[in-house]
């Protein structure tokens, strides 16, 4: 990647607009709070190379696997996380033309920050339109750490040289698609759209396949300077769509104004159906009562918080220094711990690759930084998220032909089920359940937590190390036992025998899972 950054110890800056770029920086800038998360694309039309993506933790679909066929235990379904509503949206038209920075004739200036102590996106970009405008947006959005189903986002707009009508459509969308989608293939029903009061929409979508309920309520204003009367509003709402038009009549170097827009986002996961709608809406109002700087101010807060807990400081590298908070970041605004169904998606909510899924860098990876810098609570529901899915681990063993009990996490999950389509990786890499065993003993060693070992962990392990005991073989040539046909960690073999990461952690293992079932049997029989 080429190196356009800024070097900042807290902020990744992007100064001057590069289209080549653009889909990078909107996956680098990405803001989240485990509940949900946004790629740091535009929020009025642009036309250039980009790709929104607003995503839901845990709200999925089920891409059917085409040659599932031809091998036993072999995935129905590849996971994927399903691009969600597109809440930050803005439409402003003139009365000739279209706001688009990318059908500009030229940007004089362009910054995009993130600054990732406050967890707060702001753009700043000064352009001559289309039509030889001078125009300048400054914009400014959060998705709360102080309240997880919260976005919220303030937008300043002003122009010279233009007389006349200015429309502002602010709105929200389900008509969204993912970026590997077939044809187009929008993964959302339609819910309904309701216009609340002068000031609140809502729009709600469901999956196809899973059902899952996306319900969001949005409040917004417009201030615009120097005007002594009100713009006037109306609302456009059709399928999956919904928006408040701000209409405005502009004299000659008066055509600025700020909107604030408050979206609140919930599912059917966390609420009952019959009641997702009101509570929403109450959370909308509560918010809209509460205001976008108080709301900021909560937000900035709890991010500080998680950094007097989390933050690594190193002297003399700026580079290093931005990185390591860069990781520390994208970490934290991934995964809260809040939800113990939730985990760990390899890209976070800056993208649609992995599709969003549970893999084992979890445990193998991540666990450990939870562990140092977050309450205990939240490296011990990563452990729950897989006691929770060792009934499908065990279902995922017997597809295989594994009996008595033998346990098989997945590579790739949402809800315990493997659902990785490359079958190297399906079928071989085994070696995922010693991590998950690893990840119980080093939890318990770092937190005394022996209490987790009795009520939860020995099951997982007991179920492991059945799982090792049949999947290993004697070898009478070499006088001891083997493990055949695996893909190491690596990945860079398929089918080879005798990985010596996966046979030390099969053997480790076997060898702890006894030593906690002798400690327990003597302690608490």
């Known amino acids: 990647m080429k190196d356009y950054l800024i070097k900042d110890e807290w902020k990744i800056i992007e100064v001057g607009y590069k289209d080549q770029f653009n889909k990078i920086s909107e996956s680098v800038c990405s803001i989240g709070n485990g509940h949900m998360g946004q790629r740091a694309t535009f929020e009025e039309s642009f036309s250039g190379p980009t790709h929104q993506g607003s995503y839901l933790g845990g709200v999925y679909y089920p891409d059917k696997t085409k040659v599932g066929w031809w091998k036993n235990g072999y995935p129905e379904y590849f996971a994927k996380v399903l691009n969600s509503v597109n809440w930050i949206g803005l439409r402003i038209e003139l009365e000739d033309e279209e706001v688009d920075i990318h059908r500009a004739q030229e940007i004089q200036y362009f910054r995009r920050e993130l600054d990732m102590k406050k967890g707060v996106l702001t753009r700043e970009v000064k352009f001559i339109s289309e039509k030889g405008r001078l125009m300048s947006i400054r914009s400014e959005r959060f998705i709360s750490m102080a309240e997880k189903e919260l976005g919220a986002l303030e937008y300043r707009f002003s122009i010279e040289g233009y007389q006349g009508k200015i429309k502002v459509h602010s709105y929200m969308d389900f008509n969204v698609t993912n970026l590997d989608a077939n044809y187009d293939e929008n993964f959302w029903e339609r819910g309904k759209e309701v216009l609340i009061d002068d000031d609140i929409l809502m729009v709600s979508a469901i999956t196809k396949k899973t059902n899952f309920t996306c319900v969001a309520h949005m409040a917004d204003n417009l201030i615009s300077a120097g005007m ?7 609302k456009e709402v059709k399928e999956k769509y919904g928006a408040h038009i701000y209409t405005l009549d502009v004299a000659e170097s008066r055509g600025g104004f700020t909107l604030t827009k408050l979206v609140n986002l919930s599912t059917s996961r966390n609420h009952n159906l019959d009641r997702i709608d009101d509570h929403n809406l109450s959370e909308i109002q509560k918010h809209k009562y509460i205001g976008y700087e108080e709301l900021l101010a909560n937000h900035i807060s709890a991010w500080a918080k998680k950094w007097d807990e989390a933050d690594i400081v190193i002297s003399g590298d700026v580079s290093a220094q931005q990185a390591i908070r860069f990781n520390i970041f994208h ?36 666990l450990p930084f939870y562990l140092a810098t977050a309450p205990q609570a939240v490296a011990r529901n990563l452990l729950i998220y897989r006691y929770k899915h060792l009934g499908k681990a065990i279902e995922n063993a017997e597809k295989l032909g594994f009996s008595e009990g033998a346990a098989l996490y997945p590579m790739v999950t949402m809800t315990g089920e493997e659902c990785h389509n490359e079958w190297e990786i399906t079928f071989e890499e085994i070696h995922r359940n010693g991590a998950i065993a690893y990840a119980i003993y080093d939890y318990v060693r770092y937190t005394g937590d022996s209490k987790y070992l009795q009520d939860y962990g020995l099951e997982v392990l007991i179920a492991i190390a059945r799982f090792w005991r049949q999947r290993v073989n004697f070898s009478h040539n070499k006088n001891q036992y083997v493990i055949l046909g695996v893909t190491g960690p690596n990945e860079y073999e398929n089918n080879v025998d005798n990985n010596w990461y996966t046979n030390y952690i099969a053997r480790w293992c076997l060898k702890y899972t006894m030593e906690i079932m002798n400690t327990i049997q003597n302690d608490n029989p």
């Open 331 to 366: 970490l934290n605004q991934t995964y809260t711990g809040e939800d113990d169904r939730l985990n760990i998606g390899p890209k976070g909510f800056t993208g649609e690759k992995y599709g969003g899924s549970t893999y084992w860098d979890t445990e193998a990876y991540c």
């Open 228 to 234: 002594s009367q009100l713009p006037e509003v109306s």
